[in-house]
């Protein structure tokens, strides 16, 4: 094993990170197999930075690796965009910290409340766990679901701070569902504290869209941009991350050239010194290249307990594709969970050793414990120490019982490194796409969830409208999906009905019998 160690171990100084990959039961010859495929992945992937088309299904192109690198963007018009949107991010952040940017009602912002879903909350939030501490100037808290008493609990825990809370709505489109309607439930909570949420509001979207066109309208506090050629998934270095983090006080230069340098870094076209590709190969072995086996990750340490929540959208939404590059059924993807070391040890580790074979496991690691020196919980041992101990212990038991593992060591967690882990993530997937022949950058599974849903409100305002102008009459899930002209979606009626009567804003009440099926509704 220590032999193999030495082969595969690749140490990547730019970085700061080492990979490796002897944790994995690839044949001896597998890299000389793949060396052929590789010439069109490497080729594809500078096609994507020169400006390619990848993504048809939306008539544009592909372009967060611009975004840590502007002179590399195929127009100078886009390279001034990114400078320009990156000075103004950190010009308005350094504003609100010192108190020039200002609640209209005296005092400073000293909180921000991030309202957005998916690619638009996930990275911040990643960003904010991983690198937030108790001093910093603005404390951020998240809108990123359509649960009322979800949102309840973040005003709750705001409470009178709302007064000095950035209220950042993030939308590319400015029509997302879920990030309209907590931009609606934040307003409404600024008005009944009386505050003049215009005053406090900040937009992240596309130019001329309807969120862009309503903050200009009300006169909010700013506006940055989304730019169609960055996706959801891979927007963190954009304003979408940006901004938070720099409002939070995170070092966003930093961060941009951790991730600039990984860009270098994996952009070479060697199979054995770009820490990208052979993270991409890797999956590629596991899985098959049919996404056989699931990815668990496993960091070990607290501040990345998001990290393997962010790379389930990054992973799984670039990935779960049903079609190839051919339009040939496939069925792609790789399924990615995670929790975080030494916690895993008493959570699904069982499983992972002794249970089904059904996965791989990527450590990642970091040497640097904490800022300054540990307590001896032991003579000579640290809690550090048993947190290393617990990985070191793992991934042996893991490989005695041929579980397959690789291993990412970086020797410090800031802002530097995890720029350099999201472009080494954002890189792998893109050259995995490109190794089993599909689309990384559409999802159209995302837009037929959104139509289906759309679907299911039309029929909910079929159902309040016919129970409404039946006042005192209760009827069976039968006869009103008969009435409204929706037999064959009966089930959906009853399912719509339930919610209705769960809670007091429809008006409509619920007579239980049995089988339960068999309830009525009606109006109240």
């Known amino acids: 094993m220590w032999e193999r160690y030495k082969e595969h171990l690749t140490r990547h100084q730019e970085i700061g990170m080492m990979l490796d990959i002897s944790g994995m039961n690839f044949p001896d010859d597998f890299f000389d197999v793949m060396e052929p495929s590789l010439v069109k992945v490497f080729r594809q992937m500078a096609e994507l930075e020169d400006g390619a088309l990848a993504n048809p ?110 209220a950042l709505v993030i939308s590319k489109s400015g029509g997302t569902k879920e990030t309209r309607n907590g931009m609606l439930e934040a307003a409404a909570a600024y008005q009944r504290a009386g505050i003049d949420f215009a005053g406090h509001a900040v937009a992240v979207t596309g130019a001329g869209s309807e969120l862009d066109r309503l903050a200009k309208e009300q006169g909010w506090l700013a506006r940055f941009p989304m730019w169609d050629w960055v ?35 994996t952009r070479m076209p060697s199979s054995r010194t770009n820490p990208a590709i052979r993270l991409a190969l890797m999956w590629r072995h596991a899985t098959g290249g049919t996404g056989a086996k699931d990815m668990v990750i496993l960091p070990y340490k607290d501040r990345l307990l998001l990290f393997s929540r962010y790379l389930q959208q990054l992973v799984m939404e670039s990935l779960g594709k049903e079609k190839d590059l051919s339009g040939a059924v496939v069925r ?8 975080k070391g030494s916690t895993d040890q008493h959570a699904f580790v069982q499983q992972l050793r002794d249970g089904v074979d059904n996965f791989f496991v990527t450590f990642i690691e970091v040497l640097r414990d904490r800022e300054g020196s540990s307590l001896a919980v032991e003579q000579d041992v640290t809690g550090g120490d048993y947190l290393s101990g617990f990985l070191q212990g793992t991934r042996r038991a893991l490989a005695e019982n041929g579980r397959e593992s690789l291993t990412i060591t970086v020797e410090r967690l800031d802002a530097r490194s995890v720029g350099a882990l999201i472009a080494l993530y954002e890189r792998a997937v893109g050259y995995y796409a490109s190794l089993v022949g599909i689309n990384a950058y559409h999802q159209p599974g995302v837009e037929a969830g959104k139509k289906a849903a759309g679907t299911v409100l039309k029929l909910q305002g079929e159902i309040l409208t016919f129970l409404r102008a039946q006042a005192g009459k209760t009827m069976a899930t039968e006869e009103i999906a008969a009435a409204i002209g929706a037999s064959d979606a009966e089930e959906t009626v009853f399912r719509i009905l339930l919610h209705a009567a769960a809670n007091e804003d429809h008006g409509i009440r619920m007579e239980k019998k049995k089988p339960f099926t068999s309830s009525r509704f009606g109006s109240l």
């Open 57 to 166: 299904d939306e008539g544009r192109m592909v372009g967060h690796y611009w975004l840590r690198t502007p002179y590399l963007a195929p127009s100078r018009e886009i390279t001034e965009q990114i400078e320009t949107t990156i000075a103004e991010i950190k010009a308005f952040a350094a504003k609100v910290h010192s108190g020039e940017v200002a609640p209209p009602a005296g005092g400073r912002f000293s909180r921000l409340l991030l309202i957005g879903i998916g690619g638009s909350a996930l990275g911040p939030q990643f960003l904010a766990d991983a690198l937030g501490n108790a001093g910093d100037p603005v404390k951020p808290y998240f809108f990123d679901n359509t649960d009322p008493d979800g949102m309840d609990r973040v005003l709750a825990e705001i409470g009178a701070g709302l007064a000095e809370t950035v």
């Open 332 to 339: 792609q993807g790789i399924a990615v969970y995670g929790n």
């Open 231 to 265: 996706g959801g998934r891979t927007s963190v270095t954009s304003a979408v991350g940006l901004l938070p983090a720099a409002l939070q006080g995170i070092d966003i230069d930093a961060l941009l050239e951790g991730a600039r340098l990984c860009d270098t870094l």
